[in-house]
């Protein structure tokens, strides 16, 4: 069995020694650290920067997780035992320097930069500033000068005006329904009546002579309205239309006054009232209709979409209309007309092919292709009588066949022109009919307001034509 070398005796005695000596100088360390500390607190002057600097190299070997080296001990001879060595520069030549106090400023022209460095802050701040404020200045100014303003042409034009329209337009209406009614039996009642809407010099009989009968069946403000220039911006002639129980149909100027232009209250007639001839007639362009018809799609609509299609939508039947609908239909094709017409027969239909379906003979349409037909349907009305009818219908083509998008009343005609031109009109043309024309001549006063058709400032007309059939003179 092997022996073991024989142990090495360790002297205990060196070890602790040794020990309490690296503790000793870690603790004579620390207290010349916090002695500089004190001392640079209380003098702050350049002579405590030697054991500052002793005091920072001990806390330097602390902070590094170091443990302080023991300093070699001189002889008791030497008479250098606990001095501290004297920072040098780091030139090494052993120049002593000062170590300002930790976190303070640069004494001497350290001190004049930091000084100049918030000076030219403070000072380029300001600039920017200033700067700024100039710019947002110029910009503002120039936006407020750029001021939207409309030309006299775009008033007369959109018939803009600050005088209340509607409001005159109505009081219009409600003189004219009591100057057109007259009976000898009410003739009290009607003097009444029309002083609550005149002015103290206005005819009181609204030029009723007092004898025969008449009544009003409806009155609408035609939407003309011409200068009252005695009264400025708060007055107006209002063109009146109405029509008498006995089929004629006549317009009135009447001339309003309204105190408050913003409310639209302290309304006046201001003035006897006039009879003036309805808006001239005119003849429509020709539209040159060159839409290609497809006739075979017209045929398939005909006869298998529509009869079905229609028949659901006249009587408002919705589980009826999904069968003939598309999905995203508009409402006007999935509401219908509630059985107020009914029976309906498809009379005419043409599809119009959209530009590029045709391929030589036949028409191709890709899937959720859109085409408009022109449909004709003749109608029964609840007393029975028939009635045609006209519709653009939108068609959508699917995979599973043809459905139903939209659907619009009215269908143009072609031709143009005027459905009256071979019959002769006594004096002049027939005022019955209606039609406003394309550009008519206008005046405008400050406010905005144009003349309307009839005045003297139209287009000629044609002279002398008798009033409309039973007429009265006012």
């Known amino acids: 069995m092997p022996t073991l070398p024989p142990r090495r005796s360790q002297k205990s005695g060196s070890g602790k020694k040794e020990q309490r000596e690296r503790a000793k100088a870690a603790r004579k360390a620390e207290y010349e650290r916090k002695k ?39 002889s008791p001879g030497s008479g250098t035992a606990g001095q501290q060595p004297r920072p040098v520069s780091a030139a090494g030549k052993g120049v002593p320097f000062d170590v ?4 303070g400023r640069i004494p001497a022209s350290g001190r004049r930069t930091h000084i100049g460095l918030r000076a030219t802050v403070l000072v380029s701040t300001c600039l920017l500033a200033l700067g700024s404020c100039g710019v947002m200045g110029m910009v503002v100014g120039k936006s407020g000068k750029q001021v939207a303003e409309l030309s006299t042409k775009d008033v007369r034009r959109y018939r803009l005006t600050d005088f209340p329209t509607a409001e005159a337009g109505t009081f219009a209406e409600r003189y004219a329904v009591q100057c057109l009614t007259y009976s000898p039996e009410t003739v009290d009642e009607r003097r009444d009546a029309l002083a609550e809407f005149a002015s103290s010099g206005v005819d009181p009989d609204c030029g009723w002579s007092g004898t025969g009968k008449q009544k009003v069946v409806s009155v609408t403000w035609d939407g003309t309205v011409e200068p009252l220039r005695e009264f400025g911006a708060h007055g107006r002639y209002m063109g009146v239309q109405a029509r008498l129980d006995s089929g004629v149909v006549t317009v009135l100027s009447i001339p309003v006054y309204v105190k408050d232009l ?87 239909v043409e ?103 009839g005045s003297k400032n139209d287009a000629p007309r044609k002279k002398d034509g008798p009033r409309n059939k039973g007429d009265k003179k006012s």
């Open 262 to 348: 913003e409310t639209g209250q302290g309304l006046r007639i201001v003035g006897n009232v006039g009879e003036m001839p309805l808006p001239t007639e005119g003849k429509a362009p020709v539209l040159g209709d060159e839409a290609e018809i497809d006739d075979e799609l017209s045929t398939q609509l005909q006869e298998k979409v529509f009869p079905g299609f229609f028949e659901a939508w006249g009587e408002s039947d919705a589980t009826a209309m999904t069968r003939f609908t598309t999905p995203d239909a508009s409402t006007s094709a999935t509401s219908g007309l509630a059985g107020a017409l009914e029976k309906p027969q498809i009379t005419t």
């Open 100 to 103: 300002p106090k930790a976190g």
């Open 351 to 453: 599809a119009v092919a959209p530009v590029g379906a045709k391929d030589g003979n036949t028409y191709t349409y890709r899937t959720d292709q859109p085409v408009q037909a022109r449909v004709e349907v003749a109608w029964t009305d609840a007393h029975g009588a028939k009635l045609s009818r006209s519709y653009r219908v939108t068609v959508v083509n699917t995979e599973q066949g043809w459905f139903i998008k939209d659907i619009r009343g009215g269908v143009l005609d072609p031709e143009g022109g005027s459905a009256d031109a071979d019959i002769p009109a006594p004096g002049g043309a027939d005022q019955g009919t209606l039609e406003p024309t394309e550009d008519p001549t206008e005046t405008s006063d400050p406010a905005g307001s144009s003349t309307p058709p």
């Open 36 to 74: 500089a500390a004190r001392e640079q607190k209380k003098s702050g002057s350049a002579g405590g920067g030697r054991p500052a600097a002793a005091g920072a190299a001990a806390g330097g070997e602390l902070s590094s997780g170091r443990a302080p080296q023991a300093r070699p001990q001189a």
